[in-house]
């Protein structure tokens, strides 16, 4: 009864609206830009004597909505420019269009917004990718923690994997592994893996480290996502999205060189092209820019042979706009990689058998490299990017993505399990020393094995009015086309105990494996598994009023995976699954403040399984289904944003393992599990004094096994992360005076206790930690001097994913950067 009333009253509520002529509305919409054509962001755009507004986003644009018919006058200022104004009239509904252009230019207006620091620089209050539409951050449902340029360069990050620590809720598990078809480092988050596999908001696998020498911003949109992102690319607890340079349009750049501890020397360039034909009060129609860098770093475990990692990358982009309706990008980011990575420490045995059940307590030398040279693994990632962009109308945008996305690697790749002196080891191994421990060595390579990824996406973009109520709509249709073609050949070289000498430790070197594959041992293990996946999804955001909006979007997607092998033979199988999505925003105070409540839903493709009683069925997608709620700030004049958030989130139909089929040792299962993962997040960003910027994040998140079997039932997953997690930063730029651009930043992160084995009498844990970061810099108009210290408290950590990792210790890098 109360949803057939709601129904009702909504549809009364529009059929009034819609009979109520005398109440249109409509948007003036437009362009701020500098003298020299550039975008000019966070310029203030209103209606004089009204309350009515909006902020510039990063292209110059601007969107005022919800103007009744009249005459208006529109007023732009920022801190510390002049102000403008213009006469516009508005009527019959129709959006109107008005241009700035400021007398300043792109520098003039960036000094201008440092001088008067007013703007809170380590937040974006908007976005395009997340909700696939235009949309601030106080209307989404959803939530999101943005990383910046502006942070990145102040903490001297030059990668993605070191960006991700100023995102709340976010812990990296592994470093990326460098082989071809796996998406760089593993990420946990609200208790589940995710990896970096978006770009732009479409498909964009890196294989290794990813460079952040393109990297414009990171976006982590939390929680199950599949109704706009599919679920390929995607986990339960969200993904992250790459957000890359686009070309300027003024001339200009800069050329940074950095090095440092641990043989560390870097050289990168950022270069911006334009075409000097266009007149310079004009918008440019073609730019082209282009991001290098290369970059070389020791491993910092040098007690023996030092280990090494060097990765070139390259990303050229060019941006034509033939017409103001028309605009067109081609990109491309292409990185290679060569090194021996870092040592992955794997527990086969219990900490009983082991005799210790921490990471601290592991007789393994935090600093010895057990390996010698010449395992070496070469890995490239190549990112094809395409986008057409059509104005239809001032309400209606098309947009065309083509995307490829290939990774490829060769090599070795070392591995190592930790193994105790038991009786009956020793009666095995005779010939072995007498230890309390050994390290068994071993390599898992790749033989240029690839993952290809080919993506096509249509948008259709809607922002209009239907009587008084806003519309933005997205509607959307996609194709995915996966195919692996990996080649792994894996096999023991050696057992050794821990206190080897270092000759004995350099016997595990490429020459040495490279024969053991020559001579017929180890194994080889194929993946050549196929699939396309055909989606089409739609989604609405209803403005009912001007402070309650409802967003309703539903996916339906139809895979068709080939089958082929996955170690094993993988049966071909077709399957269709839908995913909603639901959310609600309440704003009780306009463009400050907003409740919200969303339902997310993800899923995941089983195959077919292995029943009890002999049968082969095809699994029911595997579910992920989210409730949240929370509270948005965006206050003191933008100064103060703040996300606050609880969620709920519950895994249906999971395969149950039963055991093993006697023969073909096939596993059984029934799919009958479940998994719950719940808990809070905080994020501050904030400016609360001229020259302070300061950012926060806490997450507490409770995983844990239900309906599984008993040695892990009611137990929190080993890859669900560590429970608690905190990150800060704060730093201060003198704003004025003859130490103008002198400006220093310290934060760090806290992780809890991981229990990367979490099973009835097998509990592992890797210890908490802080690790403390700091950075001091002097930034002009024509250089930047930059100095950085990670892990300033040279602190022993260990990251996991099921396994023990040691990291880097403490290192101190220095930067200067030549602007034109």
């Given at each position: 009864m109360l949803n057939l009333r709601s129904l009702g009253l909504t549809s009364t509520l529009l059929a009034c609206t819609l009979s109520v002529q005398a109440q249109q509305t409509a948007a003036i919409r437009g362009r701020v830009t500098t003298s020299d054509g550039s975008p000019a962001e966070a310029v203030t755009v209103g209606l004089k004597g009204r309350s009515q507004g909006a902020i510039t986003n990063g292209q110059g644009e601007y969107v005022i909505e919800r103007v009744r018919d009249g005459q208006y006058t529109v007023v732009i200022s920022a801190v510390g420019l002049k102000g403008e104004e213009k006469t516009v009239?508005?009527?019959?509904?129709?959006?109107?269009?008005?241009?700035?252009?400021?007398?300043?230019?792109?520098?003039?207006?960036?000094?201008?917004?440092?001088?008067?620091?007013?703007?809170?620089?380590?937040?974006?209050?908007?976005?395009?990718?997340?909700?696939?539409?235009?949309?601030?951050?106080?209307?989404?449902?959803?939530?999101?923690?943005?990383?910046g340029k502006e942070l990145l360069t102040e903490q001297l990050v030059f990668s993605v994997d070191d960006a991700t620590r100023n995102a709340p809720g976010l812990q990296k598990m592994w470093d990326a592994t460098g082989r071809g078809g796996d998406g760089g480092a593993f990420y946990a988050a609200r208790g589940f893996v995710t990896q970096s596999q978006l770009r732009n908001g479409v498909a964009g696998n890196v294989t290794g480290n990813i460079d952040a020498v393109n990297l414009e911003k990171l976006e982590v949109i939390k929680g199950p996502s599949a109704t706009l992102f599919g679920s390929a690319l995607t986990s339960y607890g969200g993904l992250l999205n790459r957000v890359t340079k686009k070309p300027l349009e003024t001339f200009g750049g800069e050329v940074n060189v950095a090095a440092g501890s641990y043989g560390f020397h870097r050289v990168s360039a950022d270069v911006n092209l334009v075409d000097q034909n266009t007149p310079a009060d004009q918008p440019k129609t073609l730019g082209i820019r282009l991001n290098t860098a290369y970059t070389y770093e020791d491993n910092f475990q040098?007690?023996?042979?030092?280990?090494?990692?060097?990765?070139?990358?390259?990303?050229?982009?060019?941006?034509?706009?033939?017409?103001?309706?028309?605009?067109?990008?081609?990109?491309?980011?292409?990185?290679?990689?060569?090194?021996?990575?870092?040592?992955?420490?794997?527990?086969?045995?219990?900490?009983?058998?082991?005799?210790?059940?921490?990471?601290?307590?592991?007789?393994?030398?935090?600093?010895?490299?057990?390996?010698?040279?010449?395992?070496?693994?070469?890995?490239?990632?190549?990112?094809?990017?395409?986008?057409?962009?059509?104005?239809?109308?001032?309400?209606?945008?098309a947009t065309t993505y083509l995307t490829s996305s290939n990774s490829y690697s060769d090599g070795n790749s070392a591995y190592y399990y930790l193994t105790p002196s038991t009786p009956e080891f020793r009666r095995r191994r005779p010939d072995l020393p007498e230890a309390a421990n050994y390290l068994v060595r071993a390599d898992q390579s790749t033989d240029n094995s690839q993952r290809q990824l080919w993506e096509a996406q249509q948008l259709v973009n809607g922002d209009f009015q239907v009587g008084n109520m806003r519309n933005r709509v997205v509607l959307g249709l996609d194709f995915l086309r996966v195919s692996s073609d990996v080649n792994f050949l894996g096999g023991n070289f050696d057992t050794v105990a821990l206190a080897s000498p270092r000759p004995v430790l350099d016997q595990f070197n490429g020459t040495n494996m490279n024969a053991v594959y020559a001579a017929g041992g180890g194994g080889r293990y194929l993946v050549t598994t196929k699939s396309n996946t055909y989606s089409a999804f739609i989604s609405d955001v209803l403005n009912l009023t001007e402070q309650l909006s409802v967003l309703a979007a539903l996916r339906v997607d139809h895979v068709d995976n080939k089958g082929g092998l996955f170690y094993s033979p993988v049966q071909a199988y077709k399957q269709t699954t839908w995913s909603p999505k639901f959310g609600l925003v309440y704003q009780p105070v306009k463009d400050r403040v907003s409740v919200f409540a969303n339902y997310q839903n993800s899923f995941n493709n089983l195959g077919l399984y292995l029943a009890v009683d002999g049968s082969r069925s095809l699994a029911r997608p595997e579910r992920a289904n989210q409730w949240e709620g929370g509270v948005k700030l965006d206050a003191a004049a933008g100064r103060l944003s703040a996300t606050v958030s609880y969620y709920d989130i519950r895994v249906q139909d999971r395969l149950r393992l039963l055991g093993y089929a006697p023969t073909t040792f096939e596993a059984i299962n029934a799919q009958d599990a479940t998994q719950r993962s719940k808990g809070v997040e905080v994020n501050l960003v904030a400016n609360p004094v001229r020259g302070l910027n300061v950012i926060g994040g806490f997450a507490y998140n409770d995983s844990k096994f239900e309906d599984s079997p008993e040695e892990v039932n009611g137990r929190r997953p080993n890859t669900a992360s560590s429970p608690y997690l905190a990150n800060a930063w704060a730093s201060y730029r003198q704003p004025e005076g003859p130490l103008k651009g002198l400006g220093a930043g310290f934060g760090g992160n806290y992780v809890s206790e991981n229990k990367v084995q979490n099973a009835v009498n097998n509990v592992f844990i890797l210890p908490s930690y802080t690790v403390l970061n700091a950075s001091v810099f002097y930034d002009q108009p024509k250089y930047r001097i930059s100095a950085k210290v990670d892990n300033l408290t040279d602190k022993q950590y260990w990251t996991g994913y099921t396994t023990m990792n040691p990291q880097k210790l403490r290192s101190i890098v220095g930067s200067v950067a030549y602007k034109f």
């Open positions: 009239t508005v009527g019959g509904g129709q959006a109107t269009a008005v241009d700035f252009m400021l007398t300043e230019n792109a520098q003039q207006l960036k000094e201008v917004v440092i001088s008067g620091n007013r703007t809170n620089k380590f937040n974006r209050s908007a976005s395009v990718d997340v909700n696939k539409m235009p949309l601030s951050n106080l209307e989404n449902p959803q939530v999101y923690a943005t990383v040098n007690k023996g042979y030092t280990g090494f990692n060097k990765n070139f990358a390259v990303a050229p982009s060019l941006q034509w706009r033939p017409s103001d309706r028309l605009t067109v990008n081609l990109d491309a980011e292409i990185y290679k990689g060569r090194g021996t990575g870092n040592q992955f420490v794997f527990l086969y045995f219990a900490p009983s058998v082991l005799g210790f059940d921490r990471a601290d307590k592991s007789p393994f030398d935090y600093e010895q490299s057990y390996q010698g040279p010449g395992l070496i693994q070469d890995s490239r990632s190549t990112n094809l990017f395409g986008q057409v962009q059509y104005k239809i109308s001032p309400a209606f945008t």
